[in-house]
């Protein structure tokens, strides 16, 4: 079965650290680029993150500083390191990978996987 699997959301402190993994399972990651998005109750999906295939990288303002993703296709894993959370990056956090070698800022765009979200929440 093709599809992507999140792991690593949880309840966190604010200002500890979480690891989201975006593992693909049926297919392999080289040639995709994956985008992490957000979604908080009643809020519109954000995007937060992305890294191409080539790996390069891109960071939304709100998350800049403090986030990192990263790729490992020998483990056909991406990662995102968060550091320094927030109460405000609570949301269900999802990957999206794209076949290609372009990170998308619009949201009209079609992802070929999703995942299938992972709870992130920021606490005391």
């Known amino acids: 079965q093709l599809q992507l699997v999140e792991s690593g959301g949880g309840l966190v402190q604010p200002g500890g650290s979480l690891r989201l993994s975006c593992a693909a399972s049926g297919f392999t990651l080289d040639y995709y680029s994956i985008k992490w998005f957000r979604q908080a109750p009643g809020k519109e999906r954000e995007g937060v993150s992305c890294?191409?295939?080539?790996?390069?990288?891109y960071y939304s303002d709100s998350v800049k500083g403090r986030f990192t993703i990263s790729r490992d296709n020998a483990k056909n894993t991406v990662y995102l390191q968060m550091n320094s959370l927030k109460p405000e990056d609570t949301a269900v956090y999802y990957c999206a990978a794209r076949s290609g070698s372009v990170c998308y800022r619009s949201k009209n765009v079609a992802y070929d996987y999703w995942g299938q979200g992972t709870q992130v929440t920021v606490s005391s």
């Open positions: 890294i191409t295939s080539d790996g390069a990288t």
